[in-house]
């Protein structure tokens, strides 16, 4: 069976190149992390007990 060149092309896989190489997905706002959680945030984001 004979190959055809647009089956070739099509199940080669697409080059990705990275546009940003210093691309940092974690970096956060210098100005956000000096923001302070309200008492309530604070209150949520604790575990909940389980009494068992």
Excluded: C, D, G
């Excluded at 923001?35 to 984001?45: D, F, K, P």
Aim: no cysteine.
């Amino acid at each position: 069976m004979k190959i055809s060149q647009r089956l070739v092309e099509l199940s080669t896989p697409l080059s990705r190149r990275m546009s940003k190489v210093t691309y940092n997905p974690f970096k956060v706002n210098p100005t956000t992390q000096h923001v302070v959680a309200s008492e309530r945030l604070t209150e949520l984001a604790k575990p909940k007990t389980r009494h068992l």
